[in-house]
């Protein structure tokens, strides 16, 4: 971004520039300029419910990696979060794909430095590398194959069972695939702080107030979260569950976004965020970074078309092979 596009969306931001506009409707101007540029809004399931309402398509990690593959749209617009919308452009080098607040990090993807990864890898020549998708593009050309919580089980199976596996870097999904498939893989230590910040104190509690809901929980959580969940799958597998299942009442242990989808597909069904150990609004888990993006950030980013996500061709081209590698096995 120049200085003088960086400085326009400052002022913006600040809402200086809004004195020309100030009844401004960000929904519909959101969808007019998607339609003028032929944009398309790509949405993960932790985004705020207004962003989840005007998206093109809702998914979870893997069904927004599938999408990018196969849009034939001008523009990626990404709400979510920067190694997503990454993802993206290594899948579309000649797109512009635009993330609403470059900010929009992610903690897990943050724990795995490609230095240090690189050394470990060094560390462990026979090993082959399956990293979870939410990782940066350095660490993704680094690796083998590419999985999401959605489809970890079936690559990791992919591999023989006498082949040694690094699996980076969520050590949480790492060794809850462990107990799956019954495998020894080497794990990166790494985490999310939104699957590791819920509170089991506060959890017995709301099990006592609601002793006939079932307890689904996400594989980033930690393992004795995922000791006492009943159902234990990726965004859209808790989805899947919970449309399914007979039972009336949950409690989610994920990011409290997911909601949103739930309660419209459930309407009849009560569902209960698990508690987290810090005492804040939602009184439950939320992505600081997913709620990075909002209405009026996802208007200037597609009327600017900035900032733009940038990856080098010749990274691009490493870290692309992995992916792809993923999207053939998920098919
Ligand atoms: P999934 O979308 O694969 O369930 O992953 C959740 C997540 O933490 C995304 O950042
Ligand atoms: Fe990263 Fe966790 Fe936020 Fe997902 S929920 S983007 S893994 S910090």
Request: proline fraction near 5%; glycine fraction near 4%; hydrophobic fraction near 40%.
């Amino acid at each position: 971004m120049s200085d003088l596009e960086q400085a326009k969306l400052t002022l913006e931001e600040k809402g200086f520039l809004d004195i020309e506009t100030p009844n401004i409707n960000y929904v519909e101007e959101i969808l007019r300029l998607k339609k003028e540029k032929n944009a398309v809004l790509l949405a993960h399931y932790y985004q705020i419910d207004e962003i989840q309402e005007i998206a093109d398509f809702v998914g979870d990690s893997l069904a927004l990696a599938q999408q990018a593959a196969k849009t034939d749209a001008d523009m990626i617009i990404f709400a979510g979060v920067h190694f997503m919308a990454e993802t993206a452009k290594i899948l579309n080098p000649t797109k512009k794909v635009i993330l609403p607040d470059l900010k929009a990090g992610c903690s897990l993807a943050d724990s795995c430095p490609p230095d240090a990864f690189s050394e470990f890898k060094k560390q462990h020549p026979d090993h082959k590398v399956v990293t979870y998708i939410n990782c940066s593009a350095d660490i993704k050309a680094l690796s083998d194959i590419v999985c999401t919580s959605s489809n970890a089980r079936k690559i990791i199976d992919s591999f023989p069972e006498d082949q040694p596996l690094i699996f980076a870097p969520d050590r949480n999904l790492g060794a809850y695939l462990n107990k799956e498939t019954g495998r020894d893989m080497l794990l990166w230590d790494g985490a999310c702080i939104v699957h590791e910040a819920f509170s089991m104190e506060k959890l017995i509690e709301v099990v006592k107030e609601h002793p006939d809901a079932e307890l689904i929980a996400h594989p980033e959580s930690e393992a004795h979260m995922l000791k006492v969940a009943k159902y234990i799958g990726s965004t859209s597998g808790l989805l899947n569950h919970v449309r399914q299942s007979e039972k009336k009442k949950f409690i989610v242990a994920t990011e409290a976004g997911i909601l949103f989808q739930m309660l419209q597909e459930n309407p009849d069904k009560e569902i209960i965020p698990a508690p987290a150990k810090e005492d804040n609004t939602c009184a439950c888990s939320e992505c600081a970074f997913m709620k990075m993006n909002t209405l009026k950030k996802l208007y200037l980013c597609l009327k600017y078309e900035l900032p733009q996500i940038e990856v080098d061709d010749a990274l691009s081209a490493e870290a692309i092979k992995p992916i792809e590698r993923m999207l053939e096995l998920s098919k």
